[in-house]
């Protein structure tokens, strides 16, 4: 093995299959910082009771600004505006385009203005409803205004529901690259009404998918075994409300262990490092976040076996159940696009690279490595 490492992972011993469930079941998780503790409930229907819950955790709040996009709103805003209005909220809407490219600086200083003209105060907040884009832009909208304001997210993608609403990373996209004007600003609830997962477009669902996999890889083997017997959208939706479950229950430990991203939260980078080469190397056009990520796990995972650090059965298990959720297991992708993605191109920045790799399944390790010793590892496969 390579360079220094910080090994993590660990099972929460959920020893019950991922079963069919009948009717509706809640679900709630404690993310348990410090001052700044709430909870993530989880339950199909629950967007019809978010006034009910909000009264609970906005207790002084009058107004309530709901940022969507032209997606999700038409679908769902209403049904969220009739049970905060009904919990005797004052709401306005605010819309913003579907898609990556709404979650800029001039879209967070078009909200800015709109929530003052709304008379936003700062006992006041947002609600974000949608998926990652109106996540992370109405949530940096509520970390800035007013020098921060309370949020509560209801995200509405598999991966938003699994992932970006949870552990308070909020930003927009620079043209440096994206996610690079952000804070770390935790929301007061989290609000899954897993229903919602059934209007979405296959390719989403699979792309949320690309970061549930992730978990059973770094964290739990019984999980993506689990995983890997359902094999198909409609058999983990019998199962929806357990999946969400685990996945936030990992991430909320992940949080509360290392919140502002100097160790163990770098394992939910898995297969991102490679999965940003391929999205880069085709303009971010050809291949989605999920798909990029799910062929970057597999070759992470290869790495991993080359370096003598992951057992040699992993890669296979990765492709495999990748391939089950419509996902691709490998990107083509040249040396020079690699070389840009790590920081070693013809800029010539050297340096070192934090690599997760799997030193069993279920167990992450983040190896640091030279960015010229991590190309010579590309190259050697
Ligand atoms: P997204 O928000 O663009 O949603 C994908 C598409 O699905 C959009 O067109 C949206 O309108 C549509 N949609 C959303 N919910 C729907 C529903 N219920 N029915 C039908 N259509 C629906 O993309 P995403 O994949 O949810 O999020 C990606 C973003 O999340 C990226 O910007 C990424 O950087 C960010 N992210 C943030 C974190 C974090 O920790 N903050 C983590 C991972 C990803
Ligand atoms: N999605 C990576 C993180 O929240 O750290």
């Given at each position: 093995m390579v360079g220094e490492s910080e090994s993590c992972g660990k099972s929460f011993g959920f020893a019950c299959a991922l079963l069919p469930r009948k009717g509706s079941v809640m679900n709630r998780l404690n993310v348990a910082l410090p001052g700044r503790e709430y909870e993530i409930l989880i339950e199909r229907g629950l967007l019809d009771a978010v006034g009910k819950r909000c009264r609970v955790v906005l207790m002084r709040a009058t107004r309530i600004a709901l940022v969507t996009d032209s997606t999700v709103g038409p679908l769902y805003a209403q049904r969220v505006v009739d049970s905060l209005e009904a919990a005797r909220f004052q709401v306005k809407v605010f819309t913003i385009p579907a898609g990556e490219s709404s979650k800029n600086p001039e879209m967070l200083a078009w909200l800015w203005e709109e929530l003052m003209a709304f008379g936003l105060t700062r006992t006041d907040a947002v609600v974000a409803l949608g998926g990652g884009v109106v996540g992370d832009l109405a949530g940096f909208a509520a970390a800035t205004i007013l020098r921060g304001i309370d949020y509560v997210q209801i995200p509405t993608t598999l991966l938003a529901q699994v992932?970006?609403?949870?552990?308070g990373k909020v930003a927009v996209d620079l043209q440096a690259g994206k996610n690079l004007a952000g804070a770390f600003w935790q929301p007061r609830m989290v609000v899954i009404d897993p229903d919602v997962l059934e209007t979405l477009p296959d390719p989403v669902f699979a792309d949320g998918m690309a970061e549930v996999i992730?978990?059973?890889?770094?964290?739990?083997?019984?999980?993506?075994?689990?995983?890997?017997?359902?094999?198909?959208?409609?058999?983990?939706?019998?199962?929806?409300?357990?999946?969400?479950?685990?996945?936030?229950?990992?991430?909320?430990?992940?949080?509360?262990?290392?919140?502002?991203?100097?160790?163990?939260?770098?394992?939910?980078?898995?297969?991102?490092?490679?999965?940003?080469?391929?999205?880069?190397?085709?303009?971010?056009?050809?291949?989605?976040?999920?798909?990029?990520?799910?062929?970057?796990?597999?070759?992470?995972?290869?790495?991993?076996?080359?370096?003598?650090?992951?057992?040699?059965?992993?890669?296979?298990?990765?492709?495999?159940?990748?391939?089950?959720?419509?996902?691709?297991?490998?990107?083509?992708?040249?040396?020079?696009?690699?070389?840009?993605?790590?920081?070693?191109?013809?800029?010539?920045?050297?340096?070192?690279?934090?690599?997760?790799?799997?030193?069993?399944?279920?167990?992450?390790?983040?190896?640091?490595?030279?960015?010229?010793?991590?190309?010579?590892?590309?190259?050697?496969?």
């Open positions: 992932d970006s609403s949870v552990g992730k978990y059973g890889c770094i964290w739990d083997a019984e999980f993506f075994d689990m995983l890997d017997q359902c094999g198909s959208r409609e058999r983990v939706m019998a199962a929806i409300e357990q999946v969400i479950h685990i996945c936030c229950a990992i991430k909320a430990e992940v949080v509360l262990q290392d919140e502002h991203d100097r160790g163990l939260r770098m394992i939910l980078n898995f297969g991102h490092t490679l999965g940003h080469a391929y999205e880069k190397a085709y303009h971010y056009e050809t291949y989605t976040h999920g798909q990029a990520v799910a062929a970057g796990m597999c070759r992470a995972a290869e790495i991993g076996v080359h370096m003598g650090v992951t057992p040699a059965e992993v890669p296979g298990k990765i492709q495999s159940i990748v391939k089950k959720f419509g996902l691709p297991d490998a990107i083509p992708c040249t040396q020079a696009d690699y070389e840009e993605a790590v920081g070693l191109d013809k800029k010539g920045q050297g340096g070192d690279i934090s690599v997760i790799l799997l030193p069993e399944l279920g167990k992450a390790e983040a190896v640091r490595l030279k960015k010229s010793e991590l190309m010579e590892q590309i190259k050697a496969l």
